[in-house]
């Protein structure tokens, strides 16, 4: 199958080695998989500010960081604009981590032939449109899928409105289902990347990123608490503030297979 074109575009050939990967991860020139979304208008970008004020790895008030903020009329921030201001920025994120883990090869039809995360939990994909069914796609494909169709939502103007506040009246239900397919791939990454990604000390970036992310998904009941399984545990050791650092993930002992293609 074509594997992704703007991967494809990173690669000089052959599997780059970890540090190679730690340097695509933190260099001052970081690709992407997908164009980097920028925010519309001048109350999102402040809002945009807002965000990633916790933006040093391993420190700041994270969980303070998700919640609505209050500007100095205590007036709280329009919700809408909340969920739009952080979905651009973690498909953002989530692209930045794509670049660099495709584009190394850490990632391909041959080490993934399938969407998973780890045996007990196998990803379908389908949009209602490309692909009507649901269908088995290697996790390379899905990703791109998926990454493609969240793309596809962001320019929406419909959806996400350019010079206004107008958002439709399904807007949250979209932002959910984007937070739930994103969710997926952190899913993926930890259960068959995550070694590989420790080694090069990208570790402490994914895991600060997933903790933010799911501290946002969970404040604001984004994601469905069945659709969390893959990383139960270790979200449950994340959000503990006496765990240790991440040494071995802990996964779910679950013991039936699920799959989905929502």
């Known amino acids: 199958k074509k594997r992704l074109e703007h991967a494809s575009s990173l690669r000089q050939g052959g599997r780059s080695n ?17 164009k980097v979304r ?10 945009h500010k807002i965000a990633k004020a916790y933006n040093t790895l391993g420190s700041g008030d994270v969980e303070g960081s998700v919640k609505l903020p209050e500007g100095k009329d205590g007036k709280k921030a329009d919700l809408n604009e909340w969920l739009s201001v952080n979905t651009i920025d973690f498909y953002n994120e989530m692209s930045l981590m794509l670049g660099s883990l495709l584009a190394d090869d850490i990632c391909t039809n041959r080490t993934c032939p399938q969407m998973r995360a780890g045996p007990k939990f196998k ?45 439709p009246k399904n807007f949250q239900k979209v932002v959910k289902t984007i937070f739930r397919r994103l969710f997926r791939i952190y899913a993926h990454l930890y259960h068959h990347h995550f070694e590989t990604i420790e080694k090069a000390s990208g570790d402490v970036h994914l895991n600060t990123s997933f903790k933010h992310f799911i501290l946002f998904s969970m ?10 399984g893959p990383l139960d545990d270790l979200i449950k050791h994340l959000l503990n503030k006496k765990s240790p650092k991440v040494k071995k993930i802990p996964f779910s002992s679950q013991e039936r297979l699920q799959q989905s293609s929502r």
């Not at 920028?38 to 809002?47: G, P």
């Not at 350019?162 to 958002?167: A, D, E, H, L």
Request: one cysteine or more; aromatic letters at 10%.
């Open 18 to 34: 970890a540090a190679g990967m730690l340097k695509a991860l933190f260099s001052s020139n970081k690709k992407t998989l997908k």
């Open 219 to 228: 404040h604001f009941e984004l994601i469905p608490k069945e659709e969390l």
């Open 123 to 167: 990803y379908m994909w389908a949009d209602g449109v490309k692909y009507k069914t649901p269908v088995a796609l290697c996790a390379t494909d899905y990703m791109d899928c998926l990454m493609t169709w969240v793309e596809s939502q962001l320019d929406d103007e419909e959806i996400f409105p350019v010079n206004s506040n107008k958002f």
């Open 38 to 47: 920028k925010h519309n208008t001048a109350n999102r970008e402040a809002l």
